[in-house]
Structure formats: C-alpha cells, structure tokens
C-alpha cells in the first residue's frame, strides 16, 4: 500500500530547498514555521487568526496533553484536530526534551524514564512504546520518537544518551501502528561532529518518514548550531523532510534554510509577544513598552501585512501593554507569528526562482543575541 506521505523536491538554490510534503491533512508547502500550541492552544491565538496569518502546521506536545487533559480523553473527543478545531497538519513532540530538562524530578534508566509531574509531583514513566501509544490517541500528522536531549557541550553524557535514543529509535518504529502518522528519528550528538554524523547516519538509516534534529538551541552558541546543520545536511537523505526543532528567529529560518533545514517551530514569537517585543523582519526587535513608542504612529513593521500592522499604531500597541489589556499579547502575537511564517514563504519562492542568497542579501537579516531562546520549547 502507497504511503499517505510523500515529499517531492521542487527546486533548489544552492542547500536551501523547496518541497512538498502529502499528509493526511493536507500538502505542506517547504520549507515552513509551525506555531507551538503546546497545550493544543498557540497562545493568545485563535485557530482562525493562525489561519489568516497563513499558518499551514501547528506542533503540540505530548508530555503536557499526557498530563493534562490526558491522551486518553483527546482520543475519546475525536483527536486532537477536532479537540482544538485545527483542520490542517499538526506535529506532536514526544515530550523527551520537557521530561529532561526535569533535572531534579527524572531518572533515566535504558528503558524509559521515569520522572516527576510538573503539576502536582505525581509518578510517570516514558517508554518507546508508550509515547507511540500516547501519540496515536493524540492523532497528529506527524509524530516523533522518544529521544533523550542531552546538555549540548558534555560529551560523556551526549556519547550515554546517544545510544539509548538511538535503542529507543528502533523501539518505536516498531511500536507504531497508526499508518496515517509520519513518525520523524531525531537526530541528537550535542555540539560534537563524530556524535552528529554518527547519529545522523544511524538514524538515516532505520526508514523513518522525515528526520528532526535535536538538542539544537539549548545553551551552545549560533555559531556551533550552524556547524552541525551542515554536519547532518551532507547526511540525511535528500528525498525526506527535516525538522529543526525548537529554533525560530529571523537569523535562524535563514541560516537552517540554507543548510538544507525544511521544518521549523518555536515557542519564541509569542513568548515575545507576552512580553511586549516584537520582531522586524530584519530580526530586530522592539520592546514596545518602551516610552518612545507613546506617541509613535507608525504600524510595527513598515510593509508587513499582518492584521495588527494593517490596523494598528505603535502608539495603540504601547497603551495596551501599559493598560495590561489582554490584547496586546494577540496582536504581537499575531504580528511576530506572521513573520516567520511569511518570511519562509518568501524563501521558498525565493529558492523556486534559484534566487535565495540575493534575497537573503536583500533582507539585511542580522544574527542578534538569543537572550530568550534558550530552552525555548517549553510554554
């Protein structure tokens, strides 16, 4: 039987390439940003408003939708799509990197892990087989393994814990058994080049559906993050997608495009729009609270086309945060999510039309400091 998932490459510019990827969904056009709901909620923003801002993904996470309201009651009211009205793809995380950075409150054994509810202190453990399970109620698009995200700059725990996600990695396809999920390896190994092409190829290896990589921008600098991007591009195989997970700024849609990178997600554009920053296209960023924007009439972003641009002032915006109106955290929301989603559609064509560096060059993005970045998987 034909697989419900295909990913046909339409064109390159150097590295960076456009594709498209068949769900049961929909057809997801590459490369792409996803917003995080991790709760099976983006935060502040209403499924309509992801919709007109032309978000075509949406990621949950399976460790928060197993502790509450639970899988078991999701799958009960139809699924996630019906459960948060999402009618297009959605991606599921195994929750591996929100049960390691438990620290105090998790034991990892070669089996599982056992840890701690955030919530209430409360006993569980993650095994392969029951992330998959968990993830089948769930009823995402596309479903990731159980890996164990490792502190980027320790080698002895990055060599330990690549073998158990490379164990578990196997363990899980062979649990699965929905065929309509895309089950994603994901690719660990820290900021060391021999751990990254060693799981890179491993992972390649095993025949999963599309390769995420992992345990990226979460402490190491841009500068070692890009280095093993190109590490994996010259591995992973050409005709699957991959998935950088956790990263989302301006700098970083462009340097992760460029090496190869076609899915992106990011819990980052609403946590700055909660608090009160807001991208430019340029990868500069506002903090609107500031009093120089009181009386500043122009809309955020000059050219940007997003609902809170077309109808709002720089001035209004300050007056909400300064009120502590709800609001202002949806329209910057609804701003910095239109952002990054639309500048990927503009890569895309960019790289349709074999013109990616000149566009990037156009841009003027800059690489700023990544302040709020870090373990930005977690809301």
Sequence with gaps: M??????VL????????????STPHGVLE???????????TVKAITPAQLDELGASLVLANTYHLYLRPGDELVAEMGGLHKFMQWTQPILTDSGGFQVFSLAARREVDAEGVNFRS?????????????????????????????DECAEPLDRAYNEQALLRTHAWAKLCLEAKKRSDQALFGIVQGGIFRD????????????????????GLSVGESKEDMYAMLDVVDAILPEDKPRYLMGVGTPEDLVEGIRRGVDL?????PTRLGRNNAVFLRSGERLN?????????????????ACYTCRYFSRAYLRHLIQAKEMLAATLLSI????????????????????????????????????ALEQNARIE
């Design 10 to 21: 339409e064109g390159y510019s150097g590295r960076a390439r456009a594709g498209l990827f």
């Design 30 to 40: 590459t490369p792409l940003f996803a917003p995080v709901g991790t709760q099976a």
């Design 335 to 370: 701003h910095n999510l239109h952002t990054l989603v639309q500048l990927a559609q503009d890569l895309r064509s960019a790289i349709l039309r074999n013109e990616f560096e000149a566009f990037v060059g156009e841009l003027g993005v800059r690489r700023l400091p990544n």
């Design 264 to 268: 992106f997600d990011c819990v980052l």
């Design 118 to 146: 955030h919530l209430d202190g409360s006993s569980h453990r993650f095994t392969p087989e029951k992330v998959m399970r968990i993830q089948e109620n769930l009823g995402a698009d596309m479903i990731m393994v159980l």
């Design 2 to 7: 034909a697989s419900l998932f295909q990913f």
């Design 195 to 214: 751990l990254r092409e060693q799981s890179a190829e491993f992972i390649a290896s095993l025949g999963f559906d599309g390769h995420a990589i992992g």
């Design 288 to 304: 609107l609270k500031n009093a120089e924007f009181a009386k500043d009439q122009h809309p955020i972003d000059e050219g940007c």
